[in-house]
Structure formats: structure tokens, C-alpha cells
């Protein structure tokens, strides 16, 4: 019963952090491949101090070998002398482009160089007791399990090459009785050796997971933001307090209203009126996002947009008759889709605006100004399949594009105003 409910729990504790039951990989091959690179560049930063210690190590092991061997000094001085200038060696070949790729690959012969020399070499050429070799041994192991962020496979070949180290020390071989003295206590500290490294690596893993889904989450927070807000908007919102506001000396700005939309959302389904708008207005958005137009709003079945803000743009005006010729063209090509003709029709000002966020809750980013007036005016006094513009945004545009003959309207709230209908490029 014991063993049933710690399986369950291993199960379950591996489903939450999406990795296989019993290997410590992420069961997504992307998350696997994204965390070993992070690993291994924490590996990379970690080996340094790591062969610095070893170094230390090394030297005051030498330095406790005189009083503990009565022959043979010379010899493993020599072999630990090798064994730092191996630590010197690996130190500079970290920078190396195939190290970095294979650090585990390297980390597993580096520490089997190491333990090799730490047991089977040393005991060759010294009476040293088995006991001090071990403990030798048994601190290079763990240290670098803990250092140089080794993973369950590099451990288990790394332990491999300890068992095989522990078993071959002097009397290991000496019967029955001398073996079972060496097998029980190398074995237990391979055991100790691994569940150390499990844990270690599950803790990583796990700080690993929840980093990535909080950068997850922050990317999907900015996101939308950033559907919200213009980006540079949305960065000036982090830091700045208040309301965020801007003038803007010349700019133009769009409005579009759809002509019949009450019979067609008298017909439908609420689901699917707004499926339909959805789908037209996806379209408008990627005709602004093409034309780097920032969409304003929409209200209902109307669209605006402004050219030139919050990103300036020198063609503001042609910009912006561009889209409302696309739009003109994509209505046309939805058109079929409804359940009764539509029409639209679209005004365009230029001028100066005000632009910015104002509020505390629900931000928007939004125009003021007599521009924007006047663009709302020359949609609603328009007519359909039309796009009417102001007398300034003709002013810009009229070398480059074909316009109606001028006429005079009647603005409510502005009074007679000179208009334009654009009828394409020239």
C-alpha cells in the first residue's frame, strides 16, 4: 500500500509539471530543449567557481597525502599536479562551441578522469588507506552534482564510474568479507550520491516550469496590452503616472459606418451578427496593420482609425486613402456573405489632433480634437459606396489621387463646409 501511494504521488507531482512519469524530462519536446539550454548556460557560469574549488581541492589533498602516506609521496604529487592542470585545462576550454554544446557529455569524462584518478591511480602508487580514497572520491562526486548542475543521465554514468572506482580500491578484492566492507558503503553513497542529484534537478526543473509560466503569462499580458494600446503607448503607461497626452500637428483620421446594418442585425442571431462583423473587421485590421495604421475603436457596426499617430507618418493622408480603398474592396468581396445588400460609407479629416489615455480603469487610446470632428462629419453626411474627405486632406492628396468635383455641405455643428469624394489614384 505504501509503495502504491508513492507511485500515485510521483505520478501526479510529474503530470503538474507536465513531465514523463519516471524520467526527469519535460513530456514537451520544446519545454525539454528550452531547459536544457537554460541549464546548461547556468552549467557554463557554475564551472567556473566549480573547477576553481576542485583546484583547492586538489592542493590541500596533496598537501594532507604527506602525512598520511609512508611511501610513494612523489608519485601522487605528480598525479595531482596532472589532476589540476586537467581543472586548468577544462577552464579554458569552456569557451569552446563544442564544450558548450556537450557540457554534460564533457562534465561526465572530466569527472571520470578525476575519480579515476582519485582512486585506482593514487592507490597504485601509494599505500593510502581505502577510507581516505573513498572520501576523496565521495567529495568530487557530490560537489560536482551540486557544481556543475549534472542531469540524471551524466549522473547515472558519473555514479557508474564511482561504484566501478570504490570497488576496485585496495582490499576490495580481498574476499568475500572485504568486498561486502567496500560494496556497502560505495553503494550507499552512490545511493545518497543519486537521490541528492534527483532532487537537485527536480528543483531546477520545477523553478525552470514556473519561470516559463510567468513569461508566459507576461507575454500574454502584453499582448493584450498591446491590442489595447499602441506599443508605445503601452510602454509609456509602465512608467508614467496620470493621463498620457499628446498633440499632434497633422494627422489624419478615418471613420466608416456601415448603411443598412439595422434590417441585416434584425435577421440574424446576435452569435451570428457578430460573427460576421467579426470576420470584417479582422479583415480592416490586417488592411491597418499592412499600412502601419493604428485602429482607434470600434463602436457597433462603425470603425475609426488615425494615420500618422502614434508612429508618424510623413503620408499620413495617402495612407489612410489607400485603406479606405481596401476597405471599400473587401466590403464589396464580404458583401455576398450577408443576408441583405450593405453599403458603407467613409469620411477622412486631416489636421491637428489630441491623442492619449486618460482614466484609471479600462484604458483606451483615443483622439480629441476638430480633426476628428470634421472625419466624423464627412462619414456621417456622406453617401454610400462613397468616401468623402475634407477640404484639407484633398489639399494633400490631390496631384496623387482623382476626386469628385468640389461641392458644398451643410456640416451640423460646423456649418457649409467644401468636400471631396476620392474616386481612386490617378
Not at 60 to 76: E, F, I, R
Not at 186 to 209: C, H, K, N, P, S
Not at 319 to 347: K, N
Not at 364 to 377: E, F, H, I, M, Q
Request: proline share 5%; charged share 20%; aromatic share 6%.
Amino acid at each position: 500500500m505504501g509503495a502504491s501511494l508513492i507511485r500515485a504521488w510521483v505520478h501526479e507531482r510529474h503530470a503538474q509539471l507536465h513531465m514523463k512519469r519516471w524520467m526527469l524530462e519535460f513530456d514537451q519536446p520544446a519545454a525539454e530543449r528550452d531547459f536544457r539550454t537554460y541549464d546548461d548556460d547556468n552549467g557554463l557560469r557554475a564551472a567556473r567557481f566549480a573547477l576553481v574549488v576542485g583546484v583547492l581541492f586538489t592542493t590541500a589533498y596533496g598537501a594532507v597525502d604527506a602525512l598520511v602516506l609512508t611511501d610513494g609521496l612523489l608519485a601522487a604529487s605528480l598525479i595531482r599536479l596532472a589532476l589540476v592542470l586537467v581543472f586548468v585545462g577544462s577552464g579554458l576550454t569552456l569557451r569552446l562551441p563544442v564544450v558548450r554544446r556537450h557540457l554534460q557529455v564533457g562534465s561526465v569524462l572530466l569527472l571520470s578522469l578525476l575519480l579515476l584518478g582519485l582512486g585506482p591511480a593514487l592507490a597504485a602508487v601509494g599505500d593510502f588507506p581505502t577510507e581516505y580514497l573513498r572520501t576523496s572520491a565521495t567529495i568530487t562526486l557530490l560537489g560536482a552534482i551540486g557544481l556543475l548542475r549534472l542531469r540524471m543521465h551524466a549522473v547515472v554514468a558519473t555514479i557508474a564510474v564511482f561504484v566501478a572506482v570504490g570497488l576496485t580500491l585496495p582490499g576490495a578484492l580481498g574476499g568475500v568479507d572485504a568486498l561486502g566492507s567496500h560494496v556497502a558503503p560505495t553503494v550507499g553513497i552512490a545511493a545518497i550520491a543519486w537521490v541528492v542529484a534527483y532532487a537537485l534537478e527536480r528543483l531546477r526543473r520545477t523553478d525552470f516550469q514556473r519561470q516559463r509560466e510567468v513569461e508566459q503569462e507576461r507575454a500574454r499580458s502584453e499582448e493584450i496590452l498591446h491590442n489595447v494600446l499602441p506599443v508605445p503607448i503601452a510602454q509609456r503607461l509602465r512608467t508614467e503616472r496620470g493621463a498620457i497626452a499628446d498633440s499632434a500637428p497633422s494627422v489624419s483620421v478615418l471613420f466608416s459606418d456601415i448603411v443598412g446594418f439595422t434590417p441585416v442585425s434584425e435577421a440574424l442571431t446576435p452569435e451570428e451578427l457578430v460573427a460576421l462583423l467579426d470576420t470584417m473587421f479582422r479583415e480592416f485590421d490586417a488592411l491597418c496593420d499592412r499600412r502601419g495604421i493604428e485602429k482607434i475603436k470600434t463602436v457597433g457596426d462603425a470603425y475609426m482609425a488615425v494615420a500618422g499617430l502614434p508612429t508618424p507618418d510623413d503620408d499620413h493622408a495617402a495612407s489612410l486613402a489607400e485603406l479606405a480603398l481596401d476597405m471599400q474592396r473587401t466590403l464589396a468581396r464580404l458583401s455576398p456573405t450577408w443576408p441583405s445588400p450593405i453599403a458603407m460609407r467613409i469620411g477622412i479629416a486631416s489636421g491637428p489632433v489630441v491623442a492619449g489615455v486618460i482614466g484609471q480603469r479600462k484604458f483606451t487610446y483615443d483622439l480629441w480634437g476638430d480633426t476628428v470632428n470634421t472625419a466624423s462629419r464627412m462619414e456621417s453626411h456622406g453617401r454610400p459606396h462613397r468616401i468623402q474627405v475634407s477640404a484639407a486632406t484633398h489639399a494633400l492628396l490631390e496631384t496623387r489621387y482623382a476626386f469628385s468635383d468640389p461641392q458644398v455641405v451643410d456640416v451640423k455643428g460646423k456649418g457649409p463646409m467644401t468636400t471631396y469624394y476620392l474616386l481612386g489614384a490617378t
